[in-house]
């Protein structure tokens, strides 16, 4: 089990959000599409160096731009 | 007693398209989240009343983190709950998150109507939604919808009335996710498939490699087919029509008008060889007609078909994605490029879209280059249409110098803008191909609109330019800018009255080049003068309503100052 940013996380990998280190507004964001801490999330892919970071949440696919994926804390397998 | 009817849902989930259902009235559509940024309402008759139907901007939940939900959530709250009827629409593909909103409203009280629509879509994924099982669960009606093809519709509007407050305990967020999860595993049955080719193809666009493959070749096709459709309707369509049918009658109207005086300057224009010349004549039923239809109409059809395709199918969302990176460096995050997609159509939508981002920041920064380095379609017609014959070269070479605008603007407004640029954080639709008849709906839609703005303008401008021109009042502009005109961007004084006509509409500007006779570099620099200096009325009027009077200003003195150097620059350094 490793404690790693969502920014880190390789490609294709599954992995359970731990916490969300944001402001109350990023969190209620998050929340409001589902990513709160416990769920499970697959990282699809990410864009360059500092850029966003595509994962699948349940049935949909969000793209979050770098800053706001540095923040958000999994645990992966 | 229902006053009012709301629809509410998620971003991206056919609001619109059940809207344009419901009421008639056509609204633009698109498959991608923040299309609807305005509030547009209609009317629905409901057993011989008229009531008025509401479509809101989407939102995700009835705590807006943004403007937009704000905007929507405090529209819902103005009437009275016993007055209102709220259609609650949300994407049957993906119901687990469209449900959040669904039980906050049935929470607060309003009397709700679920619209699972996108209910093909569900079934073509493997994805069963037990609606009975889930009318049950919510105590609410549920009607499964497919706006796009219509189906639903008529159950639905009939089923309005028994929209009716249901006592339901307050949640916590996380408490409320898993009460979700409880509902979704009673009324969702999902069969296993195997990867379609659709999705392959999603997954390809949202990767690196893959991804920025895909972008350029579609970039470079649809801009291919612009040009190609633009230019197979010019020489197929309007061309013979303007050259075989209406100058014959043009000719004889002119050959039986004994006294060449003012009007025929107005109607006609000058004879060049004692001929007509669409081109040239510049008179109110010559010059004017073919700059809109003939040069113009032919090009904003062949744009917005392309547009309206990649709108549709969703790929825009997946551009954003790729183009992240670069739109940081302008203090933009890759959203950005919707706005600035629709400005390459016409700014004025252009810039109304900006709204979909957050800050007041982002907001300026996307306007300001927008209104300064985006050309509009009717203005790009014409530069094609001008340029063209200097060859590829120099057509590119505006673009190029407009680009390069966009990059050095940008990055030089987000070094010196204080305030803040919120990070990306969007959802991405899956691919969708659009039913023919919708897509065809939407550029009728766009192109009607395009022509009831257009041509009043084109036709009343260019009357209005004749007078002035007959009576030799721009004289004394030109005497004025003289000047700055012929030394320093090298063009002739004449072409300030072009300059100046910008401001009115850019294509009329570009055809009153056309008469002065000016050599490649001359057009170059005069195209590319008018692209960054003033925008059109039009696009005045909605900076002035989104920036606000003081931002205006100063986006406007930055648009002069840029005039200046470019012109010269390209005139003295580049060009020379």
Same mark, same amino acid.
């Given at each position: 089990m490793k404690k790693i940013s969502l920014v880190h996380i390789k490609a294709d990998r599954k992995c359970r959000v731990l916490?969300?280190?944001?402001g109350t507004n990023l969190q209620s964001k998050l929340m409001n599409m589902g990513i709160f801490k416990g769920k499970e999330l697959m990282k699809l892919s990410h864009i360059g160096l500092r850029g966003p970071v595509v994962i699948k949440s349940g049935r949909s696919i969000l793209a979050l731009g770098h800053g706001v994926a540095a923040k958000i804390i999994c645990e992966v397998e | 007693m229902i006053r009012k009817i709301y629809l509410i849902g *998620? %971003? *991206?989930?056919?609001k619109s398209v059940v809207f344009s259902r419901l009421t008639g009235v056509q609204v633009i559509s698109s498959n991608y989240p923040g299309t609807t940024v305005e509030i547009t309402m209609g009317y629905l008759l409901i057993g011989g009343e008229k009531i008025e139907v509401v479509d809101l901007p989407g939102t995700y939940? /009835?705590? %807006?983190?943004s403007h937009a939900e704000e905007a929507a959530v405090n529209l819902l709250k103005e009437h009275p709950k016993e007055e209102i009827a709220v259609i609650n629409i949300l994407d049957s593909t993906n119901l687990e998150r469209n449900l959040l909103l669904s039980l906050q409203l049935i929470e607060e009280g309003f009397p709700v109507i679920l619209c699972l629509n996108m209910c093909d879509d569900a079934g073509h994924k493997g994805v069963q939604i037990d609606t009975n099982k889930l009318e049950a669960i919510l105590r609410v009606p549920v009607i499964p919808t497919c706006a796009v093809t219509g189906a639903g519709i008529k159950l639905l509007i009939e089923r309005i009335r028994e929209a009716a407050p249901i006592p339901r305990g307050k949640l916590e967020h996380e408490e409320r996710w898993k009460e979700i999860g409880r509902i979704i595993e009673q009324v969702q049955h999902l069969e296993h498939r195997h990867h379609s080719f659709r999705e392959i193809l999603e997954d390809a666009s949202v990767r690196p490699l893959t991804g920025l493959v895909m972008a350029a070749g579609l970039v470079y096709a649809s801009f291919k087919f612009v040009r190609f459709i633009g230019e197979f309707i010019i020489n197929k369509v309007t061309d013979p029509l303007f050259f075989n049918l209406y100058q014959p009658v043009l000719e004889r109207l002119t050959f039986h008008w004994q006294e060449k005086g003012f009007w025929f300057h107005l109607f006609i224009g000058d004879l060049i060889n004692g001929k007509i010349d669409f081109k040239q004549s510049l008179g109110v039923l010559t010059t004017a007609p073919y700059i809109e239809f003939g040069m113009v109409l032919p090009y904003v059809i062949s744009f917005y078909f392309i547009l309206s395709l990649l709108e549709d199918i969703g790929y825009l969302p997946r551009l954003a994605i790729l183009l992240d990176n670069i739109l940081h460096q302008l203090?933009?995050?890759?959203?950005?490029i919707i706005p600035v997609l629709l400005g390459f159509g016409c700014n004025v939508p252009g810039i109304m879209s900006?709204?979909? /981002?957050?800050s007041k920041r982002e907001r300026f920064i996307a306007s300001t280059i927008i209104s300064i380095g985006v050309p509009c379609v009717p203005l790009q017609a014409m530069i094609f249409g001008l340029l063209g014959r200097f060859g590829g070269f120099y057509v590119s070479g505006v673009y190029l110098v407009l680009f390069s605008l966009i990059l050095i603007l940008g990055i030089i407004l987000n070094r010196t803008l204080t305030g803040y640029s919120p990070e990306f954080l969007i959802e991405i639709p899956p691919y969708r191909f659009p039913p023919l008849q919708m897509l065809a709906q939407k550029l009728y839609f766009r192109v009607k609109g395009f022509l009831i703005e257009a041509v009043p303008v084109v036709l009343i401008g260019v009357l209005f330019i004749n007078i002035l021109l007959y009576l030799k009042l721009f004289d004394i502009v030109t005497g004025i800018f003289a000047p700055i005109i012929q030394g320093l961007f090298g063009l002739p004084k004449e072409a300030i009255v072009a300059l100046v006509i910008g401001f009115l509409r850019k294509d009329v500007a570009v055809g009153m080049l056309m008469p002065l006779g000016l050599s490649a570099k001359q057009l170059f620099i005069a195209a590319t003068l008018l692209a960054i200096s003033f925008p059109c009325v039009a696009t005045f009027i909605v900076l002035w309503k989104e920036l606000g009077l003081k931002d205006l200003v100063k986006s406007t003195l930055i648009m002069i100052f840029i005039s200046i150097i470019v012109g010269g620059m390209l005139n003295f350094v580049i060009l020379r």
């Open positions: 916490e969300i280190s944001g | *998620n %971003p *991206n989930v056919g939940s /009835l705590e %807006p983190t203090g933009l995050h890759g959203f950005a900006t709204r979909v /981002l957050e």
